[in-house]
């Protein structure tokens, strides 16, 4: 068998686990949304949706990029023993390497946060705070998944898979850049949304869903 067909045959499981782990993110993107208007859906339901957001992320992606990665590495060994499973390692590195540093963050940065609060009453510098942070808060995780982007390119020889990787980079650079929050008025709800957050979580759960099922069905013979 050509050398190169082979390697795609040994990440087609790679491609199960970025799909797997895409709707993963975005089951916990839609639990997020539903919290900012948790007040809004009743006492019974509010309490329901914050307290599986306060469980799902990060507990619940860790256990689940853990648990994911172990299922398809068993079934790859269960079907192909003989073939080798970088891609999927890779994956499961960068999966799990980036919820847990974003628990151990995640602890710290909201300290920093209740602290600046308590020193600073104006909520519009609060606010130019919190965005201007938010930037450095994410750009460790978004290293990661776009390190697992290029290197997906690279083992595959796709050179679409890696200009997507460089221009998703240079956009978050670019959002970088923006210091103030953007907001989006919804009937009678306000929502700030800080520009490398919002990219960061629609390739995180959007971008690595359509990535694994486009990667699925162009090497799928």
Not at 141 to 153: D, E, K, L, Q, W
């Amino acid at each position: 068998m050509d050398t190169r067909i082979d390697k795609i045959e040994n990440n087609k499981v790679a491609f199960q686990y970025l799909t797997a782990m895409g709707i993963v993110n975005i089951l916990v993107a839609a639990i997020k949304a539903l919290e900012r208007v948790a007040d809004k859906l009743g006492p019974g339901l509010g309490k329901l949706v914050t307290g599986l957001l306060g469980f799902s992320e990060p507990y619940g992606k860790i256990l689940a990029s853990i648990a994911l990665l172990v299922i398809f590495i068993w079934l790859a060994k269960k079907n192909e023993p003989s073939k080798g499973i970088t891609l999927l390692t890779i994956w499961g590195i960068v999966f799990v390497g980036v919820q847990t540093y974003y628990y151990l963050e995640m602890i710290f940065y909201d300290r920093i946060l209740e602290d600046y609060f308590e020193l600073v009453s104006d909520g519009e510098v609060y606010a130019a705070f919190y965005a201007g942070t938010h930037g450095f808060k994410y750009a460790p995780m978004f290293v990661g998944i776009m390190f697992g982007i290029a290197m997906t390119g690279i083992m595959l020889k796709d050179k679409l898979v890696i200009i997507c990787a460089c221009v998703f980079s240079v956009l978050y650079l670019f959002f970088f850049g923006f210091q103030d929050m953007a907001f989006l008025s919804f009937r009678d709800t306000t929502v700030g949304i800080v520009l490398c957050s919002a990219l960061f979580h629609i390739i995180q759960s959007v971008g690595i869903l359509l990535l694994g099922i486009i990667l699925k069905l162009k090497y799928r013979d």
